[in-house]
């Protein structure tokens, strides 16, 4: 696997993660539970975009450093 596809992957991973401590603060603060369905819907469409969008920007960053 390239590295900057194993970078976009593990953005992602980051993303979905991060979505899945904000729905847990969200319980543990008096939410009403949404079921494990809906969070690990979440999630998993958290991890994608990020993913994509990770993907998609990492040669304007990568560019950005060298000027």
């Known amino acids: 696997m390239r590295p900057h596809r194993k970078a ?12 899945l401590a904000l ?4 319980h543990l ?3 009403q539970f949404v ?3 809906p969070m ?7 991890l994608v975009a990020t993913t994509a969008i990770a993907h998609a920007v990492r ?6 450093e060298r000027t």
Do not use: I, N
């Not at 976009?8 to 979505?19: I, R, T």
């Open 8 to 19: 976009s992957l593990l953005w992602g991973a980051v993303g979905g993660m991060a979505f």
């Open 23 to 26: 729905v847990q603060g969200y």
């Open 29 to 31: 603060l008096g939410g």
């Open 35 to 37: 079921g494990v369905t």
């Open 40 to 46: 690990v819907a979440g999630a998993v469409g958290v």
């Open 59 to 64: 040669p304007r960053l990568t560019e950005s």
